[in-house]
């Protein structure tokens, strides 16, 4: 990859690794998800800037797999950032300017660029969900998704050190 | 593969679909967790059970990953359940005992067998986290370490009507 025409190309104060020679294990792109947003700098910076109505479409082929899904009120969506790249292991994102590990951060850019949202379920149609909380480009491809149990997932007093003393 | 013969075999309840017949993107292990347990059995039924510390492993090349990772409470933690068939589609838990669909359930099987466990992060040293809250297999391969935000991932109002009714 030749970062000089590379818009994804190495930043000031980003590191990347070589990455293995194999991969490991293989995904099913099982839906695509529609959002209003067609471009990176259009996307919202975390998902919970953004109201905007979300579609998951499910492969109909798994629709079935929803059967009890309508009794959810919020589900975890996992989505493949396929335009990121995975070898950045410290990484400087322009709106924090301090560099930091790939883990620390919430970066498309990783080595499984899986991404996580939460999502508030508003309506199931056939293999069409209507949700709100994601902030990913219009055709993301769907990985996953999963009921969300507040007696698991919900750690309401959690805190990210780096980013609370940034904001205080 | 033989129905008779495969310990993960489909029981009464669970219904398969013929899978695609291509994968469509491919992830790294990128380290192990280890746990106390070694056969599906043991394993708690949700993490919330178990206040054994396990411990994850990060491939030493991603160590520098963790940069800024020990200012967090809390991390996702997103790991392969290597051994899970990925074709069911709707399933019958022992433990219910009703009829659900795949993405209804945090089952292990499903068509892309990706678990995601909210750990409360005990130490790190080095490339190796002691973290509370996972219930997986000892050995279970390691794909992700995301920061977690209170502000995004935790609704603690979030509801599972199915789980809900069932416990009433």
């Not at 700098?41 to 929803?66: V, W, Y």
């Not at 009890?68 to 950032?81: N, P, Q, R, S």
């Not at 850019?109 to 149609?125: D, G, M, Q």
């Not at 007093?157 to 609370?164: E, I, L, M, P, T």
Request: hydrophobic letters at 40%; aromatic letters at 8%.
């Amino acid at each position: 990859m030749n970062d000089s025409t590379d818009p994804y190309g190495i930043r000031e104060g980003e590191v990347a690794v070589e990455l293995p020679k194999a991969f490991d294990a293989s995904l099913y792109f099982i839906g695509r998800i529609r959002t209003p947003w067609r471009r990176r700098e259009d996307c919202p910076k975390n998902a919970r800037e953004s109201d905007a109505i979300c579609t998951i479409d499910l492969d109909p082929l798994f629709a079935p797999g929803l059967k009890g899904v309508e009794t959810c009120t919020h589900v975890a969506v996992l989505y493949w950032m396929d335009q990121a790249r995975r070898d950045l292991i410290l990484q400087k994102p322009r709106h924090y300017g301090e560099q930091r590990g790939t883990f620390a951060l919430r970066s498309p850019a990783r080595p499984n660029p899986i991404a996580l949202s939460v999502a508030r379920l508003i309506r199931i149609e056939g293999s069409r969900l209507e949700v709100v909380g994601l902030d990913c480009l219009d055709g993301t491809p769907l990985l996953d998704i999963k009921p969300y149990f507040a007696s698991t997932d919900a750690v309401a007093d959690a805190v990210v050190g780096w980013h609370k003393a940034r904001k205080s």
